[in-house]
């Protein structure tokens, strides 16, 4: 399943490769791609809300300024 967020608050094309490789590195994601330029995050991973979450929470972790928001 294919999943896209909005990156809110992203401003470090460094910060979004290293966003990049920690979400790409969870268990159940297939694979996870972050455009600084467009501010976006495309994941495929298993159908499973609890992803979401864990994603959600990586991010939070990783960058606590930028909100995750789904599109």
């Not at 959600?56 to 972790?61: E, M, P, R, S």
């Amino acid at each position: 399943m294919k999943k896209k967020f909005k990156l809110i608050g992203l401003d470090c094309a460094n910060c979004a490769a290293q966003l990049e490789n920690a979400i790409s590195k969870m268990e159940g994601i297939e694979s996870a791609s972050v455009s600084f330029m467009t501010g976006k995050l495309v994941i495929e991973c298993a159908d499973d809300e609890d992803i979401v979450k864990k994603v959600k929470k990586l991010v939070k972790k990783e960058e606590p300024d930028v909100e995750l928001e789904e599109v």
